[in-house]
């Protein structure tokens, strides 16, 4: 079992930024993969980022790219999510997830484990 506990979300103006962290526990993450999620209201639930726990592989969605980054601090446990130049469409729920190490990035809800219980965001204009 792997708990995800996600923080740093908030009200943010648009253009501004925003730190996302999510503190894991449970077991050894060496051979998982940790990912972002976000589902706005009405909305699917959508991949924006993943790393593998060892940082081989890390994957950005073409909405996240250029704005946002994902990393990992493995003496904390923690994944972090530097949202920059956020928008009012960037305004959700943001989960973290996690699962058991891939060949290739998973990108879709129903591959994940384990989920976090969310962070709002609000961006707005």
């Known amino acids: 079992q792997v708990q995800l506990v996600e923080s740093g979300g908030g009200l943010v103006q648009a253009g501004g930024s925003l730190r996302l962290s999510c503190a894991a526990s449970?077991?050894?993450?060496?051979?998982?993969?940790m990912a972002w999620f976000r589902q706005a209201p009405g909305k699917e639930r959508e991949f924006v980022a993943g790393?593998?726990?060892?940082?081989?592989?890390?994957l950005h969605s073409d909405t996240a790219k250029g704005r946002f980054t994902i990393a990992r601090d493995t003496a904390k446990n923690t994944v972090y999510l530097q949202m920059n130049s956020l928008k009012p469409e960037d305004t959700a729920v943001y989960y973290c997830?996690?699962?058991?190490?891939?060949?290739?990035?998973?990108?879709?809800?129903?591959?994940?484990?384990?989920w976090g219980q969310g962070t709002q965001v609000t961006v707005s204009s």
């Open positions: 997830a996690s699962r058991p190490l891939t060949k290739f990035m998973a990108t879709r809800p129903h591959d994940y484990d384990f």
């Open positions: 449970g077991r050894s993450l060496s051979d998982y993969i």
């Open positions: 790393i593998a726990w060892s940082g081989v592989m890390i």
